[in-house]
Structures are given as structure tokens and as C-alpha cells.
Nanobody
Framework: QVHLVESGGGLAQAGGSLRISCADD????????MGWFRQAPGKEREFVAA????????DYSDSVKGRFTISRDNTKNTVFLQMSSLKPEDTAVYFC????????????????WGQGTQVTVSS
């Protein structure tokens, strides 16, 4: 069973940084690829970043590449999204997702989702 809980969202200024986390309280975290998605008001949910079970493979959307970094700590059942050079257009609710294989997560077809954490970037 996978139960994902995001944390660390909040308010940041444009150009600033923020790190959000997603923890799983189950025992199968390390089996899953993990991903981050976001949804802004009035917009579709979009892919942000993904990481495979080992941490060796990552993927990013073009809109965040070079600014965001996804990582994971399998000893703590947690995946992180370090966000830098934030822009107002990064404002959204950020969701984490878990599944296998990696491409399933990237497509947004994951079976497991967190409840989301709000990130707001002021200009």
C-alpha cells in the first residue's frame, strides 16, 4: 500500500527557492518510480519531474529543466523537489505520484497520488 503526503509548500518570491517533499508511510516506496505534477487554477494538470526507483534516471518538463531538481531518499521513503529561480508561473498545487514503470509516472497514469501542496510565487 502506498500513502503519499506532500509537505513544504508555501509562499516564495520570484527568483527564490523552495523545497517540497513527499513521504510514503508504506514499506514499498523503493519499488516505485516517483513523479511531481502541478495544476494551476483553470489549467490542466501537467508533468513536472520524475525519478526512477534507484534515482539514476530522471526526467523534467522543458518549463522547469535547469531550475528544478528531483531527488529521493529511499531510507526515508521520501522524494524531494528542489525548486530554484522560481517564477510566478510556477504557482500551482504540486502533487506527487508513484507507480511502475517509470514511463507510467511520466504519462500521469500513476495509481497513487498525494493530496497536493500549494506553492505560490509572488512577483
Amino acid at each position: 500500500q502506498v500513502h503519499l503526503v506532500e509537505s513544504g509548500g508555501g509562499l516564495a518570491q520570484a527568483g527564490g527557492s523552495l523545497r517540497i517533499s513527499c513521504a510514503d508511510d508504506g514499506r514499498t516506496f523503493r519499488r516505485y518510480a516517483m513523479g511531481w505534477f502541478r495544476q494551476a487554477p483553470g489549467k490542466e494538470r501537467e508533468f513536472v519531474a520524475a525519478i526512477d526507483w534507484s534515482g539514476d534516471r530522471t526526467d523534467y518538463s522543458d518549463s522547469v529543466k535547469g531550475r528544478f531538481t528531483i531527488s529521493r531518499d529511499n531510507t526515508k521513503n521520501t522524494v524531494f523537489l528542489q525548486m530554484s529561480s522560481l517564477k510566478p508561473e510556477d504557482t500551482a498545487v504540486y502533487f506527487c505520484a508513484a507507480d511502475q514503470p517509470f514511463d507510467t509516472v511520466v504519462r500521469g497514469d500513476s495509481d497513487y497520488w498525494g493530496q497536493g501542496t500549494q506553492v505560490t510565487v509572488s512577483s
